[in-house]
């Protein structure tokens, strides 16, 4: 018996090895070693290394940066994730949430024609643009990059019907009218109307190459389909780097794009191969500090940002976020329909309590749904023009009562019969505990009674959206949630009366706080279609100034955004909108 | 007066494998067809449960934190979801639908994922088992060779060690045990990786990365089964056919390993079964911490969004696996015990 139970165990680890197990490279042992393997097929990558030694541009080492998962949609159209963003930035070149179209966003923010673009010319009402690309243009696998890709890459995208019916979508089609190729590297856009952010609307899309699209392509499916069921996790770009290998749920491996042009300023990166490694929120911390990954981007953890801090081999970037966490009013349902029950919420909460107790020290509030990121406000302008709200009784009982409000014999604000009784869903617990021990604690003694629930995320989100639920099953009237915003703002979608879907229930609105607001609707458009950056920015600032009185969100906290990297790592710099794939291009290794 | 018809012991002819085990293998088939109305029924159940949970499954790609898209951009997905989950039908028409797209060899469609179930299940089904079957194995063959030898050295320091071991892995959460495995081997002595499966830049050889989630699984199952192998071989060595196997001068080891042995494993086998489902449910907080792509991963994923397709077919896996596991545990009896195999002929 005990042989049999030896061999079942030597058997059961051999089969279990052998399954399991690949051929190891034959590599360094020691895994923060950089020593490159000499890769051999057919000696085409010594015969690359050459060239790029007589180019005087020779990346070399590995960086592993740390993520949350892929869903592996490496193209524009499938979803916001924004680590697959992250992949695509590496593929096709970017900065913002974005991959490098024609157009690609800069280290502060701005717009500028990508490095692929030779000219750009505007007609004098913005609704013609014309693009002339560079000639010898190559994607990474070293297909010509012409006018026809351009062309091809607009029509997959406002190919509504098709691109709907595979799974994506596309808002192209509502901004282009036409795109015509003039000759093999002129394009001409015509656009159905001009708006301040078309550059970052119409042109910051990755283009398509059209015989990667096309090969093998059924002749059952679309493009679009075959795009997606097929070769939609390897793309090839013309961005700093080409995927190697997609592990799903474990890693992305890119390497060096040897036929990058260079980024906007023409720089081109000096680090070989980059791997995007899946790691888990419970062990991240100590990936970086073991040396398993050398970039962790994102850190809010108060505890894992002072661990990085404390230790001489990792240094930091920080950053307040690109967005914030709020509550959102319903602000058409029950008592918060009114302003003055909104802004009188706004002053019952301690908000530097409540990111101490959420966050801990990294953190700060905005006023308003706007960011300090942006270019249009400072902090000067934000303490002339808005309203600070905290934790202040007199506040509220002085804005209730002048609104005719009136405390009952239990101590809660009424009118017309109906009672300051605040239902608030979260969607997880550390929500749902802070809020309590903030707002819930404090309620009761301004006179606000507030019911803050943890709500299962999926529930909360039926609440929110109010798809499919009947107006007596409406409960809630905030919402525990956090937004990140556009590098270029434009709030149309979210905040315009037209975005609204009445009655509640009917279908999903993108204005989910329903909020409407003529004035708010007139600033809207004018940001939209301001023709200078000082007409969009006057009318930004008015319309924050609207929105930090009417408060139909309340913003709680912006988080102070940690990227924490190894000191292996020199020139690492980053900023809200100038992430780890564009700090990368301007990275060496020690 | 009845005859009995008293054989010599070289009369009797050995019977073939077939003899021997036809009736098993008859019930072994018996069982398996009788799975195929069960699993039609457990599965009406789950499609029911899932059908019915509260949270709209087409929330799943709305993520409000970056809300893009036109309300008219939101509606179209959202009909492309609906028709590829056949939402609008009536539920019976989708529980049947579903069963015959089953029979197809499809799964559904993930919300979450975008896809079709089928394309990424697979793969994430095989994950679990690398890594549970391993720890299962080891764990098993483990506890028979310490449960053995800590019952027949009753309180001996080993098997005070042993029980000691047995009752701090049995309290210790997994998620806490792979921590301090964490703790132990990846941050402390730097000798194997804290996640993944495998190297991206091959440095590693990919063994290592298995060592830790199955070293926990391991430890975990090995807790739970030491304790039931060394009172169970316990029991069976105060039997007296022990004392009478001793008495007739046969050494220790042939008493262990041929007589007691085999009667100390029955309700092993009971355990082992029942404790199939229960290992892979188990291994959820496993698969996250390691980042091991698992169907534990899946099911994290999945509930939080309400991704139907996804929810359906993984629990379906476990309510196969616990059908499965029972039928393992009585085949296993049968294998042990003669008796049961013989359908109870003496």
């Known amino acids: ?590 | 007066m009845e005859n009995i018809d008293i054989k010599h012991e070289s009369d009797y002819k050995k019977p073939s494998f077939l003899e021997k085990y036809s009736p098993l293998i008859k019930y072994i088939l018996k069982r398996l067809l009788l799975i195929i109305p069960v699993i039609l029924i457990i599965s009406f159940f789950i499609f029911s449960i899932v059908e019915f949970m509260p949270g709209d499954p087409l929330n799943a790609f709305l993520n409000p934190e970056q809300l893009t898209g036109t309300p008219e951009e939101i509606e179209q997905k959202r009909l492309f979801f609906t028709q590829k989950l056949g939402l609008n039908d009536p539920f019976i028409v989708r529980f049947f639908r579903w069963w015959k797209q089953l029979l197809s060899g499809e799964f559904g469609y993930s919300v979450i994922k975008n896809r079709p179930v089928k394309e990424f299940i697979g793969e994430h089904i095989l994950n679990s088992f690398k890594a549970n079957l391993l720890g299962f194995a080891l764990a098993f063959v483990l506890s028979i060779v310490i449960g053995i030898k800590s019952a027949v050295k009753k309180n001996s320091i080993f098997d005070k060690f042993f029980t000691v071991f047995s009752i701090a892995g049995i309290s210790l959460p997994r998620f806490f045990l792979a921590m301090l495995l964490i703790f132990l081997f990846s941050i402390t002595l730097k000798w194997l990786p804290i996640s993944g499966m495998t190297d991206p830049m091959g440095y590693r050889p990919d063994f290592q990365y298995y060592i830790l989630p199955v070293l926990v699984i391991t430890l975990a199952e090995l807790a739970f089964l030491l304790k039931y192998v060394r009172n169970s071989m316990l029991e069976v060595l105060k039997q007296d056919y022990i004392r009478t196997a001793r008495a007739k001068g046969l050494s220790e080891k042939v008493v262990i390993y041929r007589h007691a042995f085999r009667n100390a494993l029955i309700p092993i086998v009971t355990l082992l079964g029942a404790n199939i489902p229960l290992l892979f449910s188990g291994s959820i907080i496993v698969e996250k911490i390691f980042v091991w792509p698992g169907i534990g991963n899946l099911i994290n994923d999945s509930y939080k969004f309400r991704d139907r397709s996804v929810l359906i077919v993984a629990l379906i896996f476990f309510a196969l696996l616990t059908l499965l596991g029972n039928l393992m545990q009585d085949v296993g009896y049968s294998l042990v015990d003669p008796r049961i195999r013989e359908g109870g002929k003496k």
């Open chain 1, 1 to 590: 018996m005990k042989k049999f139970l030896t061999l079942f165990l030597v058997l059961t680890l051999i089969v279990s090895f052998t399954a399991c197990s690949k051929k190891a490279e034959e590599t360094d042992t020691d895994p923060n070693n950089d020593v490159e393997v000499e890769e051999n097929d057919d000696g085409q990558d010594v015969e690359e290394e050459e060239e790029e030694e007589e180019e005087g541009w020779n990346p070399s080492g590995h960086v592993t940066i740390g993520t949350p998962n892929y869903n592996g949609f490496f193209i524009n159209g499938w979803g916001n994730n924004a680590y697959d963003g992250n992949i695509r930035q590496l593929v096709f070149g970017g900065a913002s949430t974005s991959p490098a179209g024609l157009m690609t966003s800069t280290e502060d923010g701005q717009i500028v024609e990508n490095s692929i673009v030779e000219s750009r010319e505007k007609s004098d009402d913005g609704i013609v643009h014309t693009f002339k690309l560079k000639p010898d243009l190559v994607y990474s696998d070293g297909t010509p990059l012409t006018a026809d890709d351009v062309i091809f890459t607009y029509d997959f995208y406002m190919n509504a019907e098709d691109i709907t019916a595979a799974g994506g979508t596309s808002s192209l089609h509502e901004y282009v009218d036409k795109v015509e190729k003039i000759d093999d590297l002129t394009v001409k856009f015509t656009l159905k109307a001009k708006y301040y952010a078309t550059d970052s609307l119409v042109f910051i899309v990755n283009i398509l190459c059209e015989e990667w699209a096309m090969k093998d392509k059924p002749a059952d499916k679309t493009i679009q389909q075959h795009v997606k069921d097929s070769i939609i996790s390897n793309p090839i770009g013309y961005g700093p780097y080409k995927i190697v290998e997609y592990k799903e749920g474990q890693y992305v491996k890119l390497t060096v794009n040897e036929n990058y042009i260079g980024n906007y300023e023409g720089i081109k990166p000096e680090i070989k191969d980059i791997i995007a490694k899946v790691v888990s929120d419970e062990t991240q911390l100590d990936e970086l500090l073991t040396g398993s990954i050398d970039i962790l981007p994102g850190v809010v953890e108060a505890e894992e940002i002072e661990a990085v801090k404390a230790d001489d081999n990792f240094d930091y970037c920080n950053y307040p976020r690109q967005g914030y966490g709020h509550l959102t009013f319903h602000a058409d349902f029950g008592p918060v329909r009114h302003k003055e029950v909104r802004q009188a919420i706004a002053y019952t909460i301690d908000r530097v309590v409540f990111r101490e107790a959420f966050l801990g020290k990294y953190s700060l509030s905005t006023d308003g749904p706007y960011t300090t990121n942006y270019w249009m406000i400072d902090e000067k302008w934000v303490d002339d023009n808005l309203t600070k709200y905290t934790s202040d009784k007199e506040k509220v009982n002085e804005i209730l009562s002048a609104a005719g409000w009136a405390k009952g014999s239990d101590g809660i604000w009424a009118k017309d019969g109906e009672k300051l009784e605040i239902k608030v869903a979260a969607g997880s617990q550390d929500w749902a505990d802070t809020l309590n021990l903030t707002m819930g604690k404090a309620g009761k003694e301004f006179g606000i009674k507030f019911d803050v629930s943890f709500v299962d995320f999926a529930i909360l989100l039926d609440h929110y959206y109010g798809q499919g639920l009947a107006e007596n099953e409406r409960k809630y009237h905030m919402y525990a949630l956090a937004t990140t915003l556009d590098i270029v703002y434009d709030g149309y979608d979210n905040w315009h009366s037209d975005k609204i879907v009445d009655p509640w229930g009917s279908g999903v609105g993108t204005n989910t706080s329903r909020f409407n607001n003529d004035k708010c609707d007139e600033l809207l458009l004018t940001m939209r279609t301001a023709e200078s950056d000082e007409v969009y920015k006057n009318a930004y600032r008015e319309w924050v100034i609207l929105m930090n009185d009417e408060m139909p969100v309340l913003p709680l906290y912006s988080n102070d955004y940690h990227d924490l990297y190894s000191k292996r790592l020199k020139g690492f710099n980053t900023n809200a909108i100038w992430g780890w794939v564009p700090a990368l291009l301007k990275t060496t290794l020690k």
